[in-house]
């Protein structure tokens, strides 16, 4: 077995440009996908009238407490200027317990921004009454409501046990990870079938090698090949890239593990199946495809419709490796919930491994 292990490597060590190729597709698409799915920052122009610098900085330093939203000062008749071009969506302008929007056209985020601006400045309408009734000024409230913990006690509680829970970056860098490395091992699990067609495995079978060391060096190599391939992509987006992970980084590594078993296995059932390189070229991209269509890989299965879709998923690998390492990431699982992908995909290995090795050695003799 290790005679195999050291022939893939040094093959490996001689034309790495296929699995790095892999690898730099994930991250480009993971990050390409999960940086359009987030939100973006959006920018609101203000500018008031009555209130003092100091007045308006304090507002400021309020309403920019939400990431999402930058409220600036900006001129006013260079607002009003670029409103009547229709150069901004909108501007506000703020005064003394209230505000007035100025728009040019009507835009999905402006009952979002209202909504926040009213807010803030309810506040700080409640704050200044507060503040003249227990002789206190703003400032102090503000600096008792953040530094006593026992005002108020909240608690928190899911109405519904199957929540949809969705992170861009989470299903980006899992489903393009999880795709990609289909063709890692499918067509490293291929070699045995090219040994066959260019005489090599009949010279292997002469060796003192028995043929299950053969098998197991083959795929073994495979299975350790996707597995530094994701290792090395989890570890890279962690601690380079800075995705939240949601402190699950090593159950990743661990959850990924009877994927890539059932993955092997169906490289091994592929190869099987037919009976030249050509044909394999052509039925890995199809069947990658396909599954990472249906699993769940490309857009979270929660927004699926179709009952002949959803069904369809639990037939394919990729719909149980998602589950697995969003279950120790985002879903935070118990040990107990990974008890059930694990052993579907345990089941699928050991099925595809069988019918897959019976269907090598029929066609070998």
């Given at each position: 077995?290790?005679t195999?292990?050291?022939?893939h490597?040094?093959?490996?060590?001689?034309?790495?440009f296929?699995?790095l190729g892999m690898?730099v597709?994930?991250?480009?698409?993971a990050v390409?996908?999960?940086?359009?799915?987030?939100?973006?920052?959006l920018?609101?122009?203000?500018?008031?009238?009555?209130?003092?610098?100091?007045?308006t900085?304090?507002?400021l330093?309020e309403?920019?407490k939400e990431?999402?939203?930058?409220?600036?000062l900006?001129?006013?008749?260079l607002?009003?200027?670029?409103?009547e071009?229709?150069?901004?969506?909108?501007?506000?302008?703020?005064?003394?317990g209230k505000?007035?929007?100025?728009?040019?056209?009507?835009?999905?985020s402006?009952s979002?921004?209202?909504?926040?601006?009213r807010n803030?400045l309810?506040t700080?309408?409640?704050l200044?009454?507060?503040s003249?009734a227990?002789?206190?000024?703003v400032?102090e409230?503000?600096?008792?409501v953040?530094t006593n913990?026992?005002?108020y006690a909240?608690?928190?509680?899911?109405f519904?046990?199957?929540?949809f829970?969705?992170?861009?970056?989470?299903?980006?860098?899992?489903?393009?990870s999880?795709?990609f490395?289909?063709f890692?091992?499918?067509?490293t699990v291929?070699?045995?079938?090219?040994?066959k067609q260019?005489?090599?495995?009949n010279r292997?079978i002469?060796s003192p090698?028995?043929k299950?060391q053969i098998?197991?060096?083959h795929?073994?190599f495979s299975?350790?090949l996707g597995?530094?391939?994701?290792?090395?992509?989890?570890?890279f987006?962690?601690?380079?890239?800075?995705?939240?992970?949601?402190g699950?980084y090593p159950?990743?590594?661990?959850?990924v593990?009877?994927?890539?078993f059932a993955?092997?296995?169906l490289?091994v059932?592929?190869?099987g199946?037919?009976?030249?390189?050509?044909q394999?070229?052509?039925?890995?991209?199809?069947i990658?495809?396909?599954?990472?269509?249906?699993?769940?890989?490309?857009?979270?299965?929660e927004?699926?419709q179709?009952?002949?879709?959803?069904?369809?998923?639990?037939?394919?690998?990729?719909?149980?490796?998602?589950?697995?390492?969003k279950?120790?990431?985002?879903?935070?699982w118990?040990l107990?919930?990974?008890l059930?992908?694990?052993?579907?995909?345990?089941?699928?290995?050991v099925?595809?491994?069988?019918?897959?090795?019976?269907?090598?050695?029929?066609?070998?003799?």
């Amino acid at each position: 077995m290790r005679t195999i292990l050291w022939i893939h490597i040094r093959h490996l060590l001689r034309q790495p440009f296929a699995v790095l190729g892999m690898i730099v597709l994930t991250v480009i698409f993971a990050v390409a996908t999960g940086q359009v799915n987030r939100t973006s920052t959006l920018e609101v122009p203000v500018f008031t009238e009555n209130l003092s610098l100091e007045e308006t900085n304090a507002l400021l330093e309020e309403l920019n407490k939400e990431e999402s939203m930058v409220f600036q000062l900006e001129d006013q008749k260079l607002l009003e200027e670029k409103i009547e071009r229709n150069a901004i969506d909108m501007a506000i302008q703020l005064e003394e317990g209230k505000y007035t929007i100025f728009t040019a056209a009507e835009s999905a985020s402006i009952s979002i921004v209202e909504a926040h601006v009213r807010n803030v400045l309810q506040t700080e309408a409640v704050l200044k009454e507060t503040s003249l009734a227990y002789d206190k000024s703003v400032g102090e409230l503000k600096e008792l409501v953040a530094t006593n913990d026992n005002l108020y006690a909240v608690s928190t509680k899911s109405f519904q046990e199957d929540d949809f829970i969705y992170d861009a970056s989470i299903q980006s860098l899992f489903g393009f990870s999880l795709f990609f490395v289909v063709f890692t091992v499918s067509f490293t699990v291929s070699t045995i079938l090219q040994q066959k067609q260019n005489g090599m495995w009949n010279r292997l079978i002469l060796s003192p090698l028995s043929k299950t060391q053969i098998y197991f060096g083959h795929l073994a190599f495979s299975f350790l090949l996707g597995y530094a391939q994701l290792v090395l992509i989890y570890t890279f987006f962690e601690f380079v890239i800075g995705v939240d992970l949601y402190g699950g980084y090593p159950f990743v590594l661990i959850a990924v593990i009877p994927y890539l078993f059932a993955l092997v296995s169906l490289g091994v059932l592929i190869s099987g199946v037919v009976s030249n390189t050509r044909q394999l070229d052509a039925v890995i991209p199809l069947i990658a495809v396909s599954m990472a269509m249906i699993g769940g890989a490309y857009w979270p299965l929660e927004i699926v419709q179709s009952e002949i879709l959803i069904t369809l998923s639990k037939l394919v690998p990729i719909k149980y490796g998602m589950d697995m390492l969003k279950g120790a990431t985002i879903l935070d699982w118990s040990l107990g919930q990974f008890l059930l992908p694990a052993s579907v995909l345990f089941c699928m290995g050991v099925l595809f491994m069988g019918i897959g090795l019976n269907l090598m050695e029929r066609r070998a003799s």
